[in-house]
Structures are given as C-alpha cells and as structure tokens.
C-alpha cells in the first residue's frame, strides 16, 4: 500500500511541511523560504511524480481550507481594538480601496490582451483581487471559469504577499494605514498575513481593508458584468 | 489540574469562533444572502464586543492562533494548481506577469491613494 493512501496523509504532511518551513522562515527570513512559497512547493514536488489528483489531496486537507471561516471571524478582535484608528481614517481606506479596485479590473485587462491569453482565462483574471467566496461566482457571471478564478485568487495572494513586502522597501510610506491597505487590497489573505509580520497596526487595517473589499466587490459585481458581458 | 481548565477553555474559545462563522454560513444561505458566512460572523462578534457584554479578551487566545497560522490554511486552495498543469505550461507565465504585474500596480495606487489622503485630513484637522 502506497503510504499516500493512509487516511489523512496529505492533511498531516501539509501540516508538517508549514511547521518544518515555519521553523525554517524565523531562523532565516528570506522570501524564497516563505511558508507560503515552502510548504505548496514541497507539496507539489511529492504529488506531481505521483500523478496525485486536486481531488485526492483535498479530500484530506480542506479541513484545513474550511478554517479560513473562523479566522475570518477571528478578525473581529484587533478591529474592535483598533476601532477608534479606522473610525478615524474611514475616508482615506474607502479611496484606496476604491482606486486599488479600479486598477486591479482595468490592469488585468490590458495586460491579459497585451499578453494575448484567450478571453475565458482573461475574463477569469478580472475577479482576482476579491477573496475567493465572492471571486468564484463573479468570475462565472462575467463569462470565466470558477475554478480558474480561484486558482488566480491564490497567485494574487501568494505573489502581491512576495512583491508586497519589496515595495515597502523603496516606497516612502509614512502611515501604517498605508502600508496595511496595500497588502489588503492587493493581496488579500495571504497579503493580511504577511501585514501581520510587517507590524500589528498593518495587520489589522490589512483584515479589515480585505473584509470590506469583499463587500464592496460585492456591489460592484453587477457593474463589472455591465462593463463585459 | 490548573491545565485542564485552560486547555478546556482554550477549546471552548476555538469553539465560539468556529461556532459564529457556522451560524453566518446558515443564517446567509437560510436569506439567500451571497456573503460568506464567516463575515456574518465577524459582524455579529463585533456587535457582541460593541453591546460591552462580550470581553475582546474572551476569545483573544483563539483568536490569535487562527490568525498567527492564517497562511496555512491558504495552502489547500494553490494546491489545486495539480489539475491545471497543461494550462500552466502553455500560459503560466503570461498569467504570472498579470498577476504579478497587475498586483504591483493595485498596491502602488492603493498605497499612495491612501497615504495622500492621510496626510490631506491630517492638514485639515490641523
């Protein structure tokens, strides 16, 4: 018997690769060495050679999917306690939210027709900056591919997270509140994670900025598929 | 003794956070909304936290936990990358240079948007 076949092999092994890359990111920060980037890698590069099906894998470890749900309302805590600060500075996150999603849906599609991808993948490409709950549907109504979409909301996370933390580097920021919307707008999930590592203040507007954004998207679904369909 | 107590709590934190996002999943479907339930719970939380009834500290241990290890949940989702490898060779890096290039321009204006008007309200307060 293949040892892959064991009863949530693939949930343990996920585990265990994001605590041993984990490990690994704190004694040596380096981006290549990134959980994120570590853990799917070390994972793929057992699955592929063993022709190992998406279905497989997540009939193990979407246990672990399933509790981006609580985090989600785990949020509930640093934006009570940073309720006074977003109180404060509501207009300035509604404009970079509003201006971030402007040129998220226009950039991706100059890009993609610059790049000539075919329509189906580009009209997948449009819903990438929202988080994937309401990427999903969106990117169907618009003529793309749920599941592509979603793939792609995972690129965005993984690589605005890496880009995100090259950009604070050289971009003078002198606001937290700048520096977590960037990582919210542009890289959701996985972007309010790393805000998390950059400072506290930056992970909170980080959650908070890509909760909203999830709302706004929302209301600006049906604007979106008036412009492209 | 003293341990069993807290690991018992610790789990009855986790339980309320997974709870609430459980109850925003069927309150959102039972209304036909199309929000995802674990919004639904973060807004009741907030409420619960706002009514002063609810501590923040109350579930702050669990809280914590789903936060600090949020990337690890992510990983599930990109490994679905397995059933899209013919399209990941003939356009995977197109879609990467979108991606990424699409991404760096959303932060760059979302970051400078949002530090402009920081600054404009700080001089008007002024």
């Known amino acids: 018997m293949r040892l892959d076949a064991l009863p949530l092999f693939w949930l343990l092994f996920t585990v265990a690769a994001y605590v041993v890359s984990r490990a690994l990111y704190r004694r040596w920060p ?157 890289a959701h999930g996985a972007g309010v994670a790393r805000a998390r590592e950059v400072g506290g203040e930056e992970g909170t507007v980080a959650g908070l900025v890509m909760v909203l954004m999830g709302l706004l998207n929302l209301a600006a679904g049906p604007l979106l598929v008036w412009l492209f369909v | 003794m003293k341990t069993v107590t807290r690991g018992l709590r610790r789990v ?15 309150l959102a479907s039972w209304l036909g909304w199309p929000v995802p339930g674990g919004v639904i719970g973060l807004a009741l939380l907030l409420a619960a936290f706002a009514t002063g009834r609810v501590q923040p500290a109350s579930v702050q241990w669990a809280a914590g936990l789903l936060l600090a290890e949020m990337l690890l949940f992510f990983v599930p989702a990109l490994m ?26 959303v932060m760059l204006v979302t970051a400078l948007t949002v530090e402009g008007l920081c600054r404009w309200s700080v001089r008007h307060e002024a």
């Open chain 1, 30 to 186: 380096r981006y290549l060495l990134s959980p994120l980037l570590m853990t799917p890698a070390v994972l793929l590069a057992v699955a592929v050679p063993l022709h190992v099906r998406y279905a497989d894998y997540a009939a193990d470890a979407h246990y672990l999917a399933l509790m981006l749900g609580p985090a989600t309302v785990a949020f509930a805590v640093p934006i009570w306690q940073q309720r006074h600060l977003l109180a404060r500075h509501w207009l300035a996150l509604l404009g970079g939210m509003l201006a971030g999603s402007a040129v998220a849906v226009g950039s991706s599609w100059w890009l993609a027709g610059l790049l000539s991808l075919e329509g189906e993948i580009s009209r997948s490409l449009v819903p990438r900056s929202v988080t994937t709950p309401f990427a999903m549907p969106l990117a169907e109504s618009l003529g793309g591919v749920a599941e592509l979409a979603a793939i792609f909301v995972m690129l965005t996370g993984v690589l605005g997270a890496l880009c995100g933390g090259v950009l604070l580097r050289w971009l003078p920021l002198k606001t937290a509140l700048a520096r977590g919307a960037l990582f919210g707008v542009g």
């Open chain 2, 12 to 26: 009855l934190e986790l339980a309320v956070l997974v709870g609430l996002y459980l109850f925003g999943t069927a």
């Open chain 2, 80 to 105: 679905s990358l397995l059933d899209y490898g013919a399209l990941m060779r003939d356009a995977g890096l197109r879609i990467v240079l979108v991606i990424g290039g699409s991404t760096l321009l």
